[in-house]
């Protein structure tokens, strides 16, 4: 739970509140003007208009050179952003050919793999020459290859469980997966803060939904308790089936699941569990296993796990991993198996050569070196932003730091001044979070040296200052900075 201090709750609320005002006078004045000139819709309703894309035209356009940065590199802890300009008041960006090389605070490469790496690049190279870039196929029709299933093996093995499949696509997988394992007369119990992905399966399997606190055990267990006592709504029967929705890590908060008690609170009550690892497969536990091996929970009580590649292998897509009898029922009926083109090849072998680097199969120790380091760099990166008295959010070893903002004002002013001193930090707001819940939020990487993180620190703090987003009092830490920059060299 987050609490906000009063003025900055005061100020955030009438910053927005000037910006709304301002937007809707100039939207009556567009009206006015507007009337002089003929309608081209010919009959149609407009597409666009009003509240529909206020925010869009009103508030967002106005920052919007703070998303969506191309880049022209891969996303490794150094990357090269092209510069953007706009002569129409950030309307509309135009692409420029100079190019700024700034330190990576924004993908999720948590263990460096997104970048060459000396056993998974060749292999994708070869798999490349042999199987081409697209099956051009769905995986029923033409688009099984060896490396497809060699994949789904490597996965269920990688997590723990009997078998799995996998997709093209991470987001589909939670957006299509929960209308296939349950239906109308079901119940699905959701996080608070579960992913849109998660939200929009939910929404789109006819079940009936219910939220519970975020990362509130005590409050499942009352959720649970009060509609398996009152049954369906109207017929009050029992309910067919109930799915507890839980993320391992959550995305926009860095915190980790508490999971051993909302498994035992789910035995207790006979309800699944439907675990989503997109964040933590691969990035934390002892060997990248997530978070039932860092929580010393045993796979078997996790009825349904579900992971993406995108994150911690470098790759594209996600998984499903369970027993054989889901599994198989999931290759007959899920659409995003039936119907979507299968995940690239060149992706696939790059999935099953990074856990065999994690794994340590390629005859080498690099594995748990990158799990260290993501471990390490992690807690040490979390601590010094505490010290210097931002307000963080998240847990130790979760590689994923929310620095809050607040007020909109701040959005773009800390994106901006870290663009300027050559770091890339992604800043979320509005309606990717609350509205009054802005922030930036830091990957951090295996692949970013102590150095690195040292500099990200220093630039982080003087904008920090400049900006006015240190709510905490600051311990003195520039001693410690030093400390640390004389020990590693």
């Not at 997104?114 to 994708?124: F, G, L, Q």
């Not at 035992?264 to 933590?280: G, Q, R």
């Not at 979070?433 to 690195?452: E, K, M, V, Y």
């Not at 003087?462 to 240190?470: Q, R």
């Amino acid at each position: 739970m987050i609490t906000i201090p009063y003025l900055t709750a005061l100020s955030t609320y009438f910053s927005y509140g000037l910006l709304f005002a301002f937007g809707q006078f100039r939207d009556f004045f567009r009206k006015i003007f507007d009337w002089w000139y003929a309608s081209n819709l010919q009959g149609y309703a407009p597409i666009c208009l009003g509240l529909e894309d206020f925010y869009i035209r009103r508030l967002y356009l106005r920052i919007q050179d703070c998303f969506g940065r191309p880049i022209c590199s891969p996303p490794d802890a150094w990357f090269d952003v092209v510069e953007r300009v706009s002569n129409d008041n950030n309307k509309t960006l135009k692409r420029t050919t100079k190019v700024s090389r700034c330190l990576n605070l924004g993908s999720y490469n948590y263990l460096g793999f997104a970048a060459s790496d000396e056993y998974c690049t060749p292999r994708v190279i070869e798999s490349l020459k042999r199987f081409s870039a697209s099956t051009c196929s769905t995986r029923v029709d033409g688009g099984t290859t060896t490396l497809h299933s060699e994949l789904e093996v490597c996965v269920a093995n990688f997590v723990g469980k009997p078998a799995a499949i996998v997709f093209g696509m991470g987001y589909a997988t939670n957006s299509a997966i929960l209308p296939v394992l349950i239906g109308k007369g079901g119940l699905i119990i959701s996080d608070s803060l579960n992913h849109n992905s998660i939200v929009n399966g939910a929404r789109g399997s006819g079940a009936t939904i219910r939220v519970f606190q975020h990362n509130t055990p005590s409050h499942l267990e009352k959720v649970l308790r009060e509609h398996i006592a009152e049954g369906q709504s109207r017929t009050h029967r029992p309910w067919k089936k109930i799915i507890v929705v839980v993320e391992g890590i959550y995305s926009m908060e860095g915190e980790l699941c508490l999971l051993p008690e909302i498994v035992a609170i789910c035995k207790k009550y006979k309800a699944y569990v439907y675990l989503d690892e997109a964040h933590s497969i691969g990035a934390v536990g002892r060997t990248g296993r997530g978070v039932c091996e860092l929580l010393g929970v045993d796979t078997a009580d996790v009825d349904i796990m579900m992971g993406t590649f995108t994150k911690s292998f470098g790759s594209c897509g996600g998984y499903i991993a369970g027993s054989k009898e889901l599994i198989e029922c999931l290759k007959y009926t899920c659409p995003a198996h039936l119907y979507a083109t299968s995940i690239s090849p060149p992706a696939a072998q790059q999935i099953i050569s990074s856990i065999k680097v994690i794994l340590g199969e390629d005859g080498s120790s690099r594995g748990a070196e990158k799990l260290a380091h993501i471990r390490e760099n992690s807690n040490f990166f979390r601590s010094e932003l505490q010290k210097m008295g931002f307000e963080v959010l998240g847990d130790n070893d979760s590689p994923v730091m929310p620095i809050m903002l607040y007020n909109p004002a701040k959005i773009p002013a800390f994106s901006r001044e870290c663009l300027k001193r050559n770091v890339a930090v992604v800043t979320v707001a509005f309606p990717a979070t609350p509205l009054l819940l802005a922030r930036a939020r830091i990957c951090i990487s295996a692949a970013h040296s102590r150095d690195d993180l040292i500099k990200a620190l220093e630039v982080i703090s003087e904008v920090g200052d400049l900006v006015g987003i240190k709510y905490f009092p600051a311990e003195s830490n520039k001693e410690q900075l030093e400390e640390n920059r004389v020990k590693l060299e």
